[in-house]
């Protein structure tokens, strides 16, 4: 299965629409991947929330229309990032696309938890409610999350308990806190003997220096490709097996016993 990450680069000066433009075009010549994945909030930039209200959309608008098309035209499926969405009563979401290569909109994911504590996402948008798991037909089942749940471990436990044996990560994560971003995807496969498959953007928007490193990790905690700063694709090959082959070496996960339903206790 293989697997590439778009790291994009959101430039100020560029439009919305151009970006969307570049970015189909760039979808459409991933033709021999299985699988492309593109970074958070990438038609905005995540930090810049002057704009999240003018530039939101439905997840059947502008940026599923351009990606399904270039999903479609490359046979891929495409987990394209995440966009503002803007539901029926007005709420904001930070939303997840995951498209299907016929062009089918698959999955949505409302991110969970959100960054920026008093000010920003964190005020401005409604909260995801919903685990969501994507099974790839003959691949690996996708487990979903954005940029600030690779924080939260409880998340990507409970990816796992669903099935996931994938676990991708689009962000806007800052360069400030890069380290932070490679600890935690490594952790986050290491104790879910998993794939992490995590997209970061690269630049600089909002004034915010992105931290790009987009990374894919392997089940034991390896890293199989890691990109630089700049705007790159990320193109590695994974071994599906691999994940059902690292839980039957070391079967760390039967070993669970916080978290699982408590067995009755005698009967008084």
């Known amino acids: 299965m293989r697997a590439s990450l778009m790291q994009i680069a ?53 940026t599923y229309a351009a990606m399904a098309d270039a999903a479609r035209d490359a046979g891929v499926w495409l987990h394209a990032g995440s966009i503002v969405e803007r539901d029926g009563d007005g709420t904001l979401y930070n939303t997840a696309l995951v498209i299907a290569p016929d062009g089918r909109l698959a999955a949505t994911y409302r991110k969970i938890h959100r960054f920026g504590f008093d000010k920003g996402e964190a005020v401005m948008m409604g909260a995801g409610e919903e685990l969501v798991t994507v099974p790839l037909p003959g691949a690996l089942t996708l487990g979903l999350a954005t940029c600030y749940d690779l924080r939260f471990p409880e998340l990507f436990r409970g ?24 600890l935690l995807a490594r952790a986050r496969a290491v104790e879910n003997q998993a794939y992490v498959l995590a997209c970061g953007t690269a630049g600089t928007h909002a004034d915010v220096e992105q931290a790009g490193h987009s990374i894919v990790v392997d089940p034991w905690g390896e890293v199989l490709a890691e990109a630089g700063p700049d705007e790159e694709v990320l193109t590695v090959d994974l071994d ?29």
């Open 10 to 62: 959101v430039d100020p000066d560029e439009t919305v629409e151009s970006r969307r433009l570049r970015v189909a075009a760039l979808v459409r010549g991933q033709r021999d991947a299985h699988l492309v994945i593109l970074p958070e909030l990438w038609p905005v930039g995540a930090f810049a929330y002057e704009q999240f209200e003018a530039e939101a959309e439905t997840p059947a608008g502008p």
């Open 240 to 268: 599906p097996s691999k994940v059902d082959k690292t839980r039957e070496q070391f079967p760390a996960l039967k070993d669970r016993r916080l978290g699982l339903p408590v067995p009755p206790g005698p009967a008084a």
């Open 159 to 182: 990816l796992v308990d669903a099935g996931a044996q994938a676990l991708v990560v689009p962000a806007g994560w800052p360069a400030r806190r890069r380290e932070h971003w490679t």
